[in-house]
Nanobody
């Protein structure tokens, strides 16, 4: 089994920055495909970013492209999401997700992931 624990959420003003982290345990982290998702009240969970097992390739949703950066440190078993130029519409619970096997570079839909963290709230005030 894999345990994922997010941290780093909080309240920030529009235009500000936050970095959320996700620490993994229970399995070799470098074998996991990782992604970040978010879910706002009344909305479906949506993909934000994804990263290959080595960190060599990344994916971003159009809504965050150029503002968010996903990265991972396999030595620390941690994936990060650096969020800059935050907007009120970025307000959501942010979840990290992991997938233990596959043949693609990364995965971008919730049902493609095996493991989920508990989520961390990010609130952007206008």
């Amino acid at each position: 089994q894999v345990q994922l624990v997010e941290s780093g959420g909080g309240l920030v003003q529009a235009g500000g920055s936050l970095r959320v982290s996700c620490a993994a345990s229970g399995r070799t982290f470098s074998n996991l495909y990782m992604g970040w998702f978010r879910q706002a009240p009344g909305k479906e969970r949506e993909s934000v970013a994804a990263i290959t097992r080595t960190g060599s390739r990344t994916y971003y949703a159009d809504s965050v492209k150029g503002r968010f950066t996903i990265s991972r440190d396999n030595a620390k078993n941690t994936v990060y999401l650096q969020m800059n130029s935050l907007k009120p519409e970025d307000t959501a619970v942010y979840y990290c997700a992991g997938r233990s096997n596959g043949g693609l570079y990364y995965y971008t839909t919730p049902n493609e992931y095996n493991y989920w963290g508990q989520g961390t709230q990010v609130t952007v005030s206008s």
